[in-house]
């Protein structure tokens, strides 16, 4: 059974924006925390954003932090990333995750993952 589906990744120009949605299941409603990650060709896979169910309390990284936005619709248990002025360097596989783990940066703390949805970013 698949737990969290990923969707909305596409190719889209430098500056541009996309925002990534990921469904979960039934199973995941009870899960402290989603996340999103992503993986670029090479590279190891990096935290972007998390969200704790509960509190609604929002981290991200550096390196997105002011042009990305996660949320959370508890009706739809569906957790967004809305991403703008898109770099070169967001190229990459944006998976979403799922713990119980507070450890809301580390891609090991995490046990449900969907199957990720690929973000090209041209110059």
């Known amino acids: 059974q698949v737990d969290l589906v990923e969707s909305g990744g596409r190719a889209v120009q430098a500056g541009g924006s996309l925002r990534l949605s990921c469904v979960g299941s039934?199973?995941?409603?009870?899960?402290?925390?989603m996340g999103w990650f992503r993986q670029a060709p090479g590279t190891e896979r990096e935290f972007v954003a998390a969200?704790?169910?509960?509190?609604?309390?929002?981290y991200y990284s550096d390196s997105i932090a002011g042009r990305f936005t996660i949320s959370w619709d508890s009706a739809k248990n569906t957790v967004y990333l809305q991403m703008s002025s898109l770099k070169s360097e967001d190229t990459a596989v944006y998976y979403c995750?799922?713990?119980?783990?507070?450890?809301?940066?580390?891609?090991?703390?995490?046990?449900?993952w969907g199957q990720g949805t690929q973000v090209t970013v041209s110059s």
């Open positions: 969200v704790f169910r509960k509190t609604l309390m929002k």
């Open positions: 995750a799922a713990t119980d783990s507070s450890d809301h940066n580390r891609p090991d703390a995490y046990y449900t």
């Open positions: 039934e199973r995941t409603r009870s899960l402290l925390v």
